[in-house]
C-alpha cells in the first residue's frame, strides 16, 4: 500500500493556498459521531470565518425525510493529526433550518450554562478521564482474549508492560500524540484494571471547552481504531463478571475551590450534588446500574458517599487537595458513553447556580 | 499500519512545547513494572524538578481500596526511545501520602546505604548481568522451540549465529539501540546457553544508579518484546532438565579494589560475604534454589565457594584482575529475578560497612 500513504501524506501546501476541513457533528443516538469534509479556499483559524454546513437528518435519525436538512454550526477547531498541513478538524453543533438546536443537541444548554455571568466568575475546571475498551473488529470480543476464552484475573494489566498484559498500545500512543498534534489538551493515559481496557484525560479545560475537546478526542480515537482495524467501545460494562466497567470520572474546580479555604467550598458543593444525586444518575450515561454496583471500584448506583482518596465512593477528594485545603475533586458517578455537555454543565449549575 | 506509524512517529516538537513523561514504578510483586504518562508543559533534565504523581495501588497490591493513592518521586530521568524528541522515562520509587517509603520500595533503604560517607567514598562499582528467556506468548514455552517437543541439547546457542541456534536477535539487537538511545549505560549483549536465552549487561554504574538504569533497562525490553509480540521470563529456571537457568551477576569494585594491593581487598570482601552466605542468598531471588545447583556453571545454594576463572563457584575473580593483583569480581549467586537495589546495597553493606 506504499503508493496509498505516498498519496494519503501528499503536502498540498507546495501546490496550492485549498485546505481541507472536516466538519464533526453528534448523530441520533447521542453518541455516534460523524463526519463530512469539505475545502476551504484558505486557511482558518477562528471558527466563527467558517461557513455553516448541513447534513442529512434523516440518515442520522434526526430529521424527517421530507425536511431533512439540518444545520451545522462551527464551534471550535483543531489541527488535522491525519491530513496534517493546514487542515483542520471541526467541531459543530446542530440546528433546524430556522435556528432551534434540535433535541440531541446537548452543547446548546451547556453553553448557556456556561456563558451565566456566576459561572463564568467561577472558571470552572474539568478533568475528565475516559476509559474505553478495545473490541476485536468481528467478534466484538476484547482485543487480546482469547476467542471463547477469558484472559487471566484482573491484577497484572493495570499500567501494565509485555505483550501480556498490554494489549493495543500502538492505539493508545498514537492517539497521545495525534490529540497533541490537534492541539487538545490531553494530559495522559494508562493502561486499565481489565486488559484491552485503556483511559486517556482531557484538562484541565475551562468551561464549553471541555466538552468539544472530548468529543474531538472521542473522534479521533475512533479515527485510530478504523486504522488499526479493532472497534471501540464506549459502553460502560462490556464484560460481566469480575471485569471492571468503563468510566469517564470528571474532576472539576472552580476558582474558590482552588483558592485559600476552597476545600470548604469542595465540601458545601458535594454535599449538594447529593442532593441531586438522582438527577445526576440519570443524566450520566445509559447502562450505568451495570458499572454501578458498590464493586470494581464504584460506589452502588443507589448510594451517594465522598471521601478522601476513596475510589469506592461517588465522589473522591485526593490527599493533596486535602492537605491544602484547597484543590478540586472527583465526581466517578459518569459512564464513558456520558455526554461531557451534559455533566460538565450540570455539575457546574448544581453547585454554583442552584439552591437547595 | 503505516498510518498508525506516522501517528506514532509524529515529531510534536514542531507543533508544541509539551513533552511526554512515561513514570515508570516496580509493583506490588516487587517484580513487575508499571508505567502511565502525563503531559508536561516543557522539557526537563533534572528529576527534582519533575513533579511528584500518584497511582492507584489498590489495583497493584499496594493499598486498600478506601486509601489507595501511593505517590510516586522521580529519581532518574532517560530519553524515551519510543516516543523520542523531548519525550521521556521517568524511574520512580514509591511512598504512603505521609512521605514513608511502601514496603515493596526498595530503593529507598539501598539509597541510605549508598549515601553513608564510608560506602561514597570507595565508590562501588557495579556491572550487571542479566539473563532472561523469551516465551511465545500464547503458550509459555519458549520462542523458537517446537510445541509439544524439545530443540536439540545445548552447545550451538551461546553466542550462536542462525536461523536454528539464535531465536529473537530483533528483540535484542532494538534493545541494545533503544537503552543506548535513551541514555542506559548497556554495555554488551550475547546469546546464552539455552536457546531463546539472552543477555545484557549494564555498567559500569556507580551506587544507587546500578539499580535505577537495570530496571528502566528491564522496562525497556518488556515494551519491545510488547512490540514482538513475545513474553519476556526473569525465571531462574524457566525450564527443568538439562537447560541452563537464567542469573544475575553483579560485577563489583571499590576504589581499594581498583587501586594497587586491589587483590587483597577483594580477597578480604569476599571473605565477609561467605561469612554472610545465608542472608544474600534469601535476597538474591525467589525460585533461585531451582537454578543454582551445582550443575549448568552454578554453585550449589548451599555452599559458598570462589576461584579465579571458575564458573562454578558462588564467586568468580577474572584471571586479570589476579594478574594486575587489582581490579574487581563477580557475585554469581543473583537470580535473573533479583532486585538489582537489595542486591547491590546488601553487597556494599556487608563488604565495606559490616564487621564479622
Not at 482485543?143 to 477469558?150: C, E, I, M
Not at 483511559?199 to 486504522?227: C, H, K
Not at 450534588?273 to 470494581?296: D, V
Amino acid at each position: 500500500m506504499s503508493l496509498l500513504s505516498d498519496l494519503i501524506n501528499l503536502d498540498l501546501s507546495d501546490t496550492t493556498e485549498k485546505i481541507i476541513a472536516e466538519y464533526i457533528w453528534i448523530g441520533g443516538s447521542g453518541l455516534d459521531l460523524r463526519s463530512k469534509a469539505r475545502t476551504l479556499p484558505g486557511p482558518v483559524t477562528d471558527p466563527a470565518q467558517l461557513p455553516r454546513w448541513n447534513y442529512d437528518g434523516s440518515s442520522t435519525g434526526q430529521a424527517p425525510g421530507e425536511d431533512s436538512e439540518v444545520i451545522i454550526y462551527p464551534q471550535a477547531i483543531f489541527k488535522d493529526p491525519f491530513r496534517r498541513g493546514n487542515n483542520i478538524l471541526v467541531m459543530c453543533d446542530a440546528y433546524t433550518p430556522a435556528g432551534e438546536p434540535i433535541p440531541t443537541n446537548k452543547r446548546f444548554d451547556a453553553a448557556k450554562v456556561f456563558s451565566h455571568h456566576d459561572v463564568v466568575a467561577e472558571e470552572p475546571w474539568y478533568g475528565i478521564e475516559q476509559e474505553y475498551t478495545l473490541l476485536q473488529k468481528d467478534v466484538k470480543w476484547p482485543l487480546g482474549w482469547p476467542v471463547g476464552g477469558y484472559p487471566g484475573p484482573q491484577g497484572p494489566y493495570y499500567c501494565g508492560v509485555g505483550a501480556d498484559k498490554a494489549l493495543g498500545r500502538d492505539i493508545v500512543d498514537s492517539h497521545y500524540k495525534a490529540c497533541l498534534y490537534a492541539g487538545i489538551n490531553i494530559s495522559g493515559i494508562n493502561g486499565e484494571v481489565m486488559p484491552g481496557q485503556w483511559e486517556f484525560q482531557v484538562g484541565p479545560a475551562v468551561g464549553i471547552s471541555a466538552g468539544d475537546e472530548l468529543w474531538v478526542a472521542r473522534y479521533i480515537l475512533e479515527r485510530i481504531t478504523e486504522i488499526a482495524g479493532v472497534v471501540l467501545s464506549f459502553d460502560p460494562k462490556p464484560i460481566q463478571g469480575d471485569w471492571n466497567g468503563a468510566g469517564a470520572h470528571t474532576n472539576y474546580s472552580t476558582n474558590s475551590m482552588r483558592n485559600d479555604g476552597g476545600f470548604e467550598v469542595i465540601k458545601k458543593a458535594i454535599e449538594k450534588l447529593g442532593l441531586r444525586h438522582k438527577e445526576h444518575i440519570a443524566a450520566y450515561g445509559e447502562g450505568n446500574e451495570r458499572r454501578l454496583t458498590g464493586r470494581h471500584e464504584t460506589a452502588d448506583i443507589n448510594t451517594f458517599c465522598w471521601g478522601v482518596a476513596n475510589r469506592g465512593a461517588s465522589i473522591r477528594v485526593g490527599r493533596d487537595t486535602e492537605k491544602a485545603g484547597k484543590g478540586y475533586f472527583e465526581d466517578r458517578r459518569p459512564a464513558s458513553n456520558m455526554d461531557p455537555y451534559v455533566v460538565t454543565s450540570m455539575i457546574a449549575e448544581t453547585t454554583i447556580l442552584w439552591k437547595p
